[in-house]
């Protein structure tokens, strides 16, 4: 069965411009949840969507935005981006969510903001 | 509010040694816990996990983890470091119906030859 996929894994964006990532679940999840990791905050919570409705979201500016589609698959987009959102993005998947099941996570996406 | 806290932020061991990665945790429900395993430029990879079965949980790899009620504790163990066991290592707390996972700041672990 394959894994979690994200893509890109790589990109290089300059400040105010917006990007968008992918997230491809293991076939069969329902849940996606997003994460960010950067060396000084560690790893937190940006939201998380269960067939295509957003169930609990961290305490991430507006600019931080997310939807998952029918086929389970999610994006998440930042806007105006500020060089602070240079991280690691991570994603994850399960059957119902957090509790309940294993999280498997995705390889991630690095964003670097210039 | 469920939290976990890391009383390490860095452990060197010597390869052939025992490792332990401590965790205390807070919570005001009964949590789940987990211990999640992040190689350099991989993607963070599940150890083990506590979800009020059998309070001393084994893992991959040779790790095994004791939840503490009484002391909040979640420690993370394995009884002989192997060099592939450098890694970083998070604790990490989910409960109720939030729907996500808190971790811990990590504990980069070093395994010496």
């Known amino acids: 069965k394959a894994g979690v996929t994200q893509t890109p894994r790589y990109l290089i964006k300059t400040r105010g411009q917006q990007v968008t990532l992918s997230c491809s679940p293991i076939?069969?999840?329902?849940?996606v949840s997003w994460y960010q990791q950067t060396p000084g905050q560690g790893l937190q919570f940006l939201f998380e969507y269960f067939s295509e409705t957003q169930r609990n979201k961290g305490n991430f500016p507006g600019r931080f935005s997310g939807r998952q589609f029918s086929n389970s698959r999610s994006e998440m987009n930042v806007s105006t981006l500020e060089l602070g959102d240079s991280a690691l993005y991570l994603c994850a998947s399960s059957l119902r969510g957090a509790q309940a099941d294993t999280q498997y996570f995705g390889p991630g996406t690095r964003l670097t903001v210039l | 509010a469920q939290s976990v806290t890391q009383l390490d932020s860095h452990v060197s061991v010597s390869e052939g040694t025992p490792v332990l990665l401590r965790c205390n945790y807070s919570s005001s429900y009964s949590p789940s816990l987990f211990w999640y395993v992040q190689h350099p430029n991989k993607g963070l990879q599940l150890l083990l996990k506590y979800t009020s079965a059998a309070t001393l949980v084994k893992g991959i790899n040779g790790f095994e983890a004791e939840f503490k009620k009484s002391e909040t504790s979640f420690h993370l163990t394995k009884p002989s470091a192997h060099m592939s066991d450098a890694a970083e290592y998070f604790c990490v707390v989910s409960e109720g119906n939030d729907y996500k996972l808190s971790f811990g700041a990590g504990t980069t672990v070093t395994v010496r030859a």
């Open positions: 076939s069969g999840h329902r849940s």
